[in-house]
């Protein structure tokens, strides 16, 4: 019997696992347990086969070697005539939108669903050592000529071991997992030197048509920084990939470490590449390799015409079937290394006349490690162990990032700001990276760090008027809930401690919050405020910065977990939605 | 702080103290237009002297979705003309629909030139549209207009 993507998606069903109650707990009992264990490595990487080439696709690693638990989404909103779209969907919405069974291993790595329990059964996700097998195992069916493995960027950020290493250790890890081909975004992070010396330990290529010169006084004035495209010959067929680095790094990083380079989405340079491929290199098949986002990179193919593929990346979306918006099929493989995704080509006559697809759940309890990524692995953490390895204290709840307003660990880490540096409103990034601690679970340094791992971690205490924070917040509103996706950034509101808001996402720029509370008392638009904030850019727009005060965010949390030894953050937000009635909702806006 | 640190380092958030004026925020606290200050339509009228402007696809205007920084944003204006002694691009004025002084810069030419292209950067004062106005040598007045975000970005 051929099993498929359809029956994978069903495969708790398939082995019987469904309960005859037909509640939303299918793995009651021990019978049910035991079904459990039977899925296995097979199950992970069945596939369709389809011509002769194969394209392995990874997206937003953000550094993360070993397995790790990453909790989807429980809050996705996004402007109202995105709602309900790929890239805006989550838990429920998600699982109705792919027809996923509750409790089943794809509910556990695509949504929030009954996330503690089910991590409980299937274990962490990820991990260089549980991908590896998986690309061997593609290699070895398909001939490793046949097979090119493609990153999509933010992979040497996201953890202590990368920062400590300056990226050199996830450089190692991509030439372990064989990356022929990747783009950048917060691998600008570390500076424009280091990315280079680092793409010059890099096996594959590091390729970019939208990076540019942007110093009027060089000689490269306007020319690209990064060889904008490559093409690799496999299965009998000429692929070619140009690569697209995140088009927003100098808006949404420091200007400080690209100072003279451009960022922007060039759609009209790519579709002279395109087209440039396709009539003077006469490729078989043009692939965009994309840090863009997916909503971005939806509107992008409305634009630029004879794309075959576009491999995304940034939002960190799971999304187990490709979009297809006119000829262009676009995939992204989720993030933090929980998915590899395989899509086949059958290409005939200089054309793709056919594909398949799969997003592989790198579950680590089903796919035995590989020797030699686990050796690797401990090359690079073993001169941080003592450091990594501490406990600072546990925690009672789950302690997650992601969601658009608030969660637990961004909570954690603005209460431990607020505690030391005693601002009355504290600002943490909306970054879509992190960790997930479980209830009851230790909390260690290394999970600190994997949620504030950032080469500008100063935490940075200053005064801000009540007029310029009201705006602030509504400027970033803009960036996330703007209704055109181009004008979008791709991450999630900024947290806020100290502070509520209410929001309507529908109203225009400007006039999306009210009832704006600082301190539990309505913001005085004339007052002074002292207000912490990192990993952003908010200080230059202070006075009064306090220089004695800043400190690394990881060891102000640190710190702060150290001295309240139990964590107990709530699950409500302190943000409240005007317009939709729940976190996920479907298509319409509504939550049904 | 000075105004000028202030836009150079964050460009948006001093933009938009000067532009929008929420209901909440006080209209007061709205920076005063100085003598410099000068409205879109009083510019376009002091150029036009009140002539008829037309949308034309000859005036091709490339400016960024998202300004990397609002202190200095690139604008190239190509107008499409043979520039020859009888027809000719007379002018390209650049405008911004909502800074203080909408006129941010005037560029004259003459068949000399040899195309009808200026390229520069110029300030913004908060998300707006920039406008390429163009006098043609037979008097006529063509334009393009695209918008341009200007914002803090993903900060904290």
Same mark, same amino acid.
């Given at each position: 019997?051929? =099993?498929?993507?359809?029956?994978?998606?069903? =495969?708790?069903?398939?082995?019987?696992?469904?309960?005859?109650?037909?509640?939303?707990?299918?793995?009651? $009992?021990?019978?049910?347990?035991?079904?459990?264990?039977?899925?296995?490595?097979? @199950?992970?990487?069945?596939?369709?086969?389809?011509?002769?080439?194969?394209?392995?696709?990874?997206?937003?690693?953000?550094?993360?070697?070993?397995?790790?638990?990453?909790?989807?989404?429980?809050?996705?909103?996004?402007?109202?005539?995105?709602?309900?779209?790929?890239?805006?969907?989550?838990?429920?919405?998600?699982?109705?939108?792919?027809?996923?069974?509750? $409790?089943?291993?794809?509910?556990?790595?695509?949504?929030?669903?009954?996330?503690?329990?089910?991590?409980?059964?299937?274990?962490?996700?990820?991990?260089?050592?549980?991908?590896?097998?998986?690309?061997?195992?593609?290699?070895?069916?398909?001939?490793?000529?046949?097979?090119?493995?493609?990153?999509?960027?933010?992979?040497?950020?996201?953890?202590?071991?990368?920062?400590?290493?300056?990226?050199?250790?996830?450089?190692?890890?991509?030439?372990?997992?064989?990356?022929?081909?990747?783009?950048?975004?917060?691998?600008?992070?570390?500076?424009?030197?280091?990315?280079?010396?680092?793409?010059?330990?890099?096996?594959?290529?590091?390729?970019?048509?939208?990076?540019?010169?942007?110093?009027? &006084?060089?000689?490269?004035?306007?020319?690209?920084? &990064?060889?904008?495209? /490559?093409?690799?010959?496999?299965?009998?067929?000429?692929?070619?990939?140009?690569?697209?680095?995140?088009?927003?790094?100098?808006?949404?990083?420091?200007?400080?470490? !690209?100072?003279?380079?451009?960022?922007?989405?060039?759609?009209?340079?790519?579709?002279?590449? *395109?087209?440039?491929?396709?009539?003077?290199?006469?490729?078989?098949?043009?692939?965009?390799?994309?840090?863009?986002?997916?909503?971005?990179?939806?509107?992008?193919?409305?634009?630029?015409?004879?794309?075959?593929?576009?491999?995304? $990346?940034?939002?960190?979306?799971?999304?187990?079937?490709?979009?297809?918006?006119?000829?262009?099929?676009?995939?992204?493989?989720?993030?933090?290394?929980?998915?590899?995704?395989?899509?086949?080509?059958?290409?005939?006559?200089?054309?793709?006349?056919?594909?398949?697809?799969?997003?592989?759940?790198?579950?680590?309890?089903?796919?035995?490690? @590989?020797?030699?990524?686990?050796?690797?692995?401990?090359?690079?953490?073993?001169?941080?162990?003592?450091?990594?390895?501490?406990?600072?204290?546990?925690?009672?709840?789950?302690?997650?990032?992601?969601?658009?307003?608030?969660?637990?660990?961004?909570?954690?880490?603005?209460?431990?700001?607020?505690?030391?540096?005693?601002?009355?409103?504290?600002?943490?990034?909306?970054?879509?990276?992190?960790?997930?601690?479980?209830?009851?679970?230790?909390?260690?340094?290394?999970?600190?760090?994997?949620? !504030?791992?950032?080469?500008?971690?100063?935490?940075?205490?200053?005064?801000?008027?009540?007029?310029?924070?009201?705006?602030?917040?509504?400027?970033?509103?803009?960036?996330? &809930?703007?209704?055109?996706?181009?004008?979008?950034?791709?991450?999630?509101?900024?947290?806020?401690?100290?502070?509520?808001?209410?929001?309507?996402?529908?109203?225009?720029?400007?006039?999306?919050?009210?009832?704006?509370?600082?301190?539990?008392?309505? =913001?005085?638009?004339?007052?002074?405020?002292?207000?912490?904030?990192?990993?952003?850019?908010?200080?230059?727009?202070?006075?009064?910065?306090?220089?004695?005060?800043?400190?690394?965010?990881?060891?102000?949390?640190?710190?702060?977990?150290?001295?309240?030894?139990?964590?107990?953050?709530?699950?409500?937000?302190? *943000?409240?939605?005007?317009?939709?009635?729940?976190?996920?909702? *479907?298509?319409?806006? !509504?939550?049904? | 702080?000075?105004?000028?640190?202030?836009?150079?380092?964050?460009?948006?958030?001093?933009?938009?103290?000067?532009?929008?004026?929420?209901?909440?925020?006080?209209?007061?606290?709205?920076?005063?237009?100085?003598?410099?200050?000068?409205?879109?339509?009083?510019?376009?009228?002091?150029?036009?002297?009140?002539?008829?402007?037309?949308?034309?696809?000859?005036?091709?205007? /490339?400016?960024?979705?998202?300004?990397?920084?609002?202190?200095?944003?690139?604008?190239?204006?190509?107008?499409?003309?043979?520039?020859?002694?009888?027809?000719?691009?007379?002018?390209?004025?650049?405008?911004? !629909?909502?800074?203080?002084?909408?006129?941010?810069?005037?560029?004259?030419?003459?068949?000399?030139? $040899?195309?009808?292209?200026?390229?520069?950067?110029?300030?913004?004062?908060?998300?707006?549209?920039?406008?390429?106005?163009?006098?043609?040598?037979?008097?006529?007045?063509?334009?393009?207009?695209?918008?341009?975000?200007?914002?803090?970005?993903?900060?904290?």
């Amino acid at each position: 019997m051929e =099993i498929d993507r359809r029956d994978f998606l069903q =495969i708790a069903s398939a082995l019987g696992l469904v309960g005859a109650a037909g509640g939303t707990n299918l793995f009651a $009992g021990e019978a049910a347990k035991e079904k459990i264990k039977k899925l296995s490595f097979s @199950d992970v990487v069945d596939f369709k086969a389809k011509g002769k080439a194969t394209i392995l696709h990874f997206c937003d690693l953000h550094a993360h070697l070993k397995p790790l638990y990453w909790r989807e989404p429980s809050t996705l909103i996004s402007a109202k005539n995105l709602v309900g779209t790929p890239g805006f969907i989550c838990g429920e919405s998600f699982q109705k939108y792919y027809g996923i069974q509750a $409790g089943s291993l794809d509910a556990y790595f695509d949504t929030y669903n009954d996330f503690t329990e089910l991590a409980k059964k299937f274990g962490k996700m990820g991990g260089i050592a549980h991908m590896k097998p998986i690309i061997d195992h593609v290699k070895k069916e398909r001939g490793a000529k046949n097979v090119i493995l493609l990153d999509s960027g933010d992979t040497w950020q996201g953890t202590a071991v990368a920062l400590k290493t300056k990226g050199e250790a996830i450089v190692d890890a991509q030439n372990y997992l064989g990356v022929d081909v990747m783009v950048g975004h917060w691998e600008f992070t570390y500076g424009k030197e280091r990315v280079h010396e680092l793409i010059g330990k890099l096996k594959g290529d590091f390729i970019s048509q939208n990076v540019i010169d942007n110093d009027p &006084f060089s000689d490269d004035f306007e020319e690209l920084i &990064f060889p904008p495209y /490559t093409i690799k010959e496999i299965g009998g067929a000429k692929i070619g990939i140009i690569g697209q680095s995140f088009p927003f790094t100098s808006t949404a990083n420091p200007k400080k470490f !690209t100072e003279g380079w451009s960022f922007a989405l060039r759609h009209e340079s790519l579709q002279k590449y *395109v087209d440039m491929l396709r009539k003077e290199k006469k490729v078989d098949c043009v692939v965009v390799l994309s840090h863009d986002g997916f909503s971005v990179d939806q509107e992008l193919a409305k634009k630029v015409k004879g794309v075959d593929f576009i491999l995304s $990346g940034h939002t960190h979306d799971p999304s187990p079937e490709p979009i297809v918006v006119n000829d262009t099929v676009i995939i992204i493989s989720g993030s933090h290394g929980k998915y590899i995704s395989r899509l086949d080509l059958d290409i005939k006559d200089k054309k793709v006349v056919d594909y398949s697809f799969k997003l592989m759940p790198v579950a680590s309890h089903l796919i035995p490690a @590989d020797k030699a990524g686990e050796a690797l692995i401990a090359k690079w953490y073993k001169p941080f162990e003592k450091e990594l390895n501490e406990v600072l204290g546990t925690t009672k709840g789950l302690l997650y990032k992601r969601d658009t307003f608030y969660s637990t660990f961004d909570s954690l880490i603005g209460m431990a700001i607020k505690d030391e540096m005693k601002c009355d409103i504290n600002f943490n990034p909306g970054y879509r990276w992190g960790t997930t601690v479980l209830p009851g679970d230790p909390i260690t340094k290394d999970n600190v760090y994997e949620m !504030t791992a950032i080469t500008y971690p100063e935490v940075y205490t200053f005064d801000l008027k009540g007029e310029v924070i009201y705006k602030l917040m509504e400027d970033i509103a803009d960036n996330v &809930f703007n209704a055109n996706p181009l004008l979008q950034q791709g991450g999630d509101m900024s947290r806020i401690t100290g502070a509520s808001y209410s929001i309507k996402i529908s109203a225009p720029s400007g006039k999306r919050i009210s009832d704006f509370m600082i301190g539990g008392k309505p =913001i005085d638009m004339k007052k002074t405020y002292r207000v912490s904030s990192w990993g952003g850019n908010l200080q230059n727009v202070g006075e009064n910065l306090d220089e004695k005060a800043i400190r690394p965010v990881y060891e102000v949390v640190s710190d702060y977990i150290r001295r309240q030894k139990v964590i107990d953050i709530p699950m409500e937000s302190n *943000v409240k939605v005007l317009d939709m009635d729940c976190g996920c909702p *479907v298509k319409g806006a !509504t939550c049904s | 702080m000075k105004r000028r640190n202030f836009l150079k380092t964050i460009c948006a958030a001093s933009a938009v103290a000067a532009v929008t004026t929420p209901s909440m925020v006080l209209a007061k606290e709205a920076k005063p237009k100085g003598a410099n200050a000068l409205s879109y339509d009083a510019a376009v009228k002091a150029i036009t002297g009140g002539k008829a402007v037309t949308k034309s696809d000859k005036v091709s205007l /490339t400016v960024p979705e998202i300004a990397e920084n609002g202190a200095v944003v690139p604008v190239k204006v190509n107008v499409e003309s043979p520039m020859t002694e009888t027809d000719y691009v007379k002018a390209i004025h650049i405008l911004t !629909t909502k800074n203080g002084n909408a006129r941010s810069a005037d560029v004259m030419l003459t068949p000399m030139n $040899g195309k009808g292209y200026f390229a520069t950067r110029i300030k913004l004062g908060g998300t707006q549209d920039i406008v390429a106005l163009v006098e043609m040598s037979d008097g006529s007045f063509l334009k393009a207009s695209k918008s341009v975000k200007v914002t803090i970005g993903g900060c904290g």
